[in-house]
């Protein structure tokens, strides 16, 4: 689980989850534990969080059976009511995170493929690449920077 900022940097990576952990429990558990840290959102503000989460206070999920993906507005014509209109702004505004996830994978593609290794070598690997993402992050991404670039779905988690 990441938090991203709108320049593709990672603020806040939990990592070492087993991969069929359902992501609403992830984030219920390490906001119950305060050796996380988890950063809160202040009160007016909120994250925005895939449609795999529930809308709770600080956390903004999009309408459920509504567009959602940017590729379902660009085939289907312009949104239309304001469920769908809330998704199509939702979604764009997201598309930073799926972005940021697609230009780490593109980096490091181990994280495609991850070999074997043990958990806790898999974590490592993990919090390694998103480290040196974030480093790096203006030297050699700005050719990511377009907001309309869509990446294919499942390459981007």
């Known amino acids: 689980m990441a938090i991203c900022d709108f ?3 990672f603020k806040y990576v939990i990592v070492g989850w087993e991969g069929t952990s359902h992501d609403s429990r992830i984030l219920t558990e390490i906001i119950r534990d ?3 840290h988890f950063p809160m959102p202040p ?3 909120y994250y925005l969080v895939d449609a795999a989460y529930t809308h709770t206070k600080g956390f903004m999920a999009p309408f459920y059976h509504v567009c959602y993906w940017l590729n379902d507005f660009s085939s289907g014509g312009r949104a239309r009511g304001r469920e ?3 998704n199509h702004y939702y979604s764009r505004t997201r598309n930073v995170i ?3 996830f697609g230009v780490l994978k593109v980096c490091f593609p181990i ?3 991850m070999a074997p290794y043990s958990l806790c070598t898999q974590r490592n690997i993990v919090i390694a690449c998103i480290s040196l993402h974030n ?3 203006d030297e050699l991404f700005l050719q990511y920077d377009d907001e309309d670039i869509q990446l294919d779905n499942n390459d981007a988690n």
Do not use: C
Request: proline share 5%; hydrophobic share 40%; no cysteine.
């Open 98 to 100: 799926e972005r940021a």
């Open 84 to 86: 769908e209109i809330f």
């Open 43 to 45: 009160d007016d503000k």
């Open 34 to 36: 305060p050796n996380h």
């Open 111 to 113: 994280l495609k493929r």
């Open 135 to 137: 480093f790096l992050r």
């Open 7 to 9: 320049d593709m940097i």
